[in-house]
């Protein structure tokens, strides 16, 4: 799932390739991609790309003067941009994983797509951003909030770090493979409770989350789109690498599964060499 490095470096690109290019159009493949219905989306024909932007996860592109088209690609969703368009025939509904199509004045534009088949790409065309359900109930950013406010989001709510720090509604821009990095950095249990972390964890915690984040938008603002994916699994840690060596220490990462997705970390660095059980209830390592 893009998160919030590759959702700033995607909005940069595209400040860079498409602002003030013209919208020659906006085509839908997907219907149930497109959340909204006033303003049309037909009503971005004509009208110029003014910037883009990051909301959290939420990309958000500005047409013309007061219009957005904001867009959560999901868990396998992406932006694909295409120098040339082959053909100018319509897209068919359900194009294959084309959700969107957006066309330039110069031919060029790009494809919001969805590999797959649970479809939960959504697209929003609205007049402001805060329309949109998901940028509304968004905490503060991950990159702007202070280390007191950092603290007092996280403990917040009563629960097991991991899940909180990828709340949204608690802290905006953080998902599974980042908070998996983030924690390893700051040495902590995925399943650390927010309760009884220190103020030293804590403060440890954000510096981590800081770190983290700037490097690894360091590292992918300038990059074209097509290779962001390659540049973020090049820079991971423990995330997406269960049985290799930790970068720091050499233990093996290890992974914990849930019914639908699975977070990493290194036993040595994290848990004090201990394992965590393998369901989503242990009560190892506090």
């Known amino acids: 799932m ?7 470096a995607l909005a940069a690109f595209l400040r860079e390739r498409a ?12 219907l149930s991609a497109l959340k909204t219905f006033d303003p049309p989306i037909t009503a971005a024909a004509g009208q110029p790309i003014t910037g883009a932007s990051r909301h959290g996860k939420f990309l958000d592109i500005h047409v013309g003067e007061d219009l957005h088209l904001v867009t959560h690609l999901a868990r396998a969703g992406w932006l694909h941009y295409r120098d040339t368009f082959n053909a100018k025939t319509p897209l068919k509904p359900g194009s294959g994983p084309i959700a969107l ?10 494809d919001l797509t969805e590999a797959g088949t649970k479809k939960s790409l959504a697209a929003y065309f609205v007049t402001d951003p805060r329309l949109v359900p998901g940028v509304s ?3 503060p950013d991950a990159l702007a909030v202070s280390e007191d406010e950092f603290a007092a989001a996280m403990r917040s709510r009563r629960g097991q770090i991991k899940g909180v720090l990828t ?24 399943f650390a409770l927010t309760n009884k972390i220190t103020d030293e964890a804590m403060a440890r915690l954000h510096a981590a989350m800081r770190t983290v984040l700037t490097d690894a938008v360091a590292r992918s ?15 991971l840690a423990v995330h997406a690498r ?10 093996t990462v290890r992974e914990v599964s849930f019914a639908d997705t699975s977070l990493q970390y290194c036993p040595t660095c994290q848990t004090n060499g201990k394992p965590l059980a393998d369901r989503r209830l242990s009560k190892l390592v506090r």
């Open 167 to 190: 709340d949204q509604t608690i802290l905006a821009g953080v998902g599974n493979a980042y908070s998996d990095e983030i924690l390893h950095a700051a040495k902590m249990s995925p």
């Open 2 to 8: 893009p998160e919030l490095p590759e959702v700033e």
């Open 221 to 235: 603002v300038g990059q074209k789109a097509a290779t962001l994916k390659s540049e973020k699994r090049s820079g």
């Open 137 to 139: 109930r968004l905490g």
């Open 19 to 30: 602002a003030g290019h013209i919208i020659d159009r906006i085509e839908v493949s997907s």
């Open 101 to 110: 199509r957006v066309r330039l004045d110069d031919e060029s534009g790009f």
């Open 242 to 251: 269960t049985g290799l060596p930790c970068p720091v220490c050499g233990d």
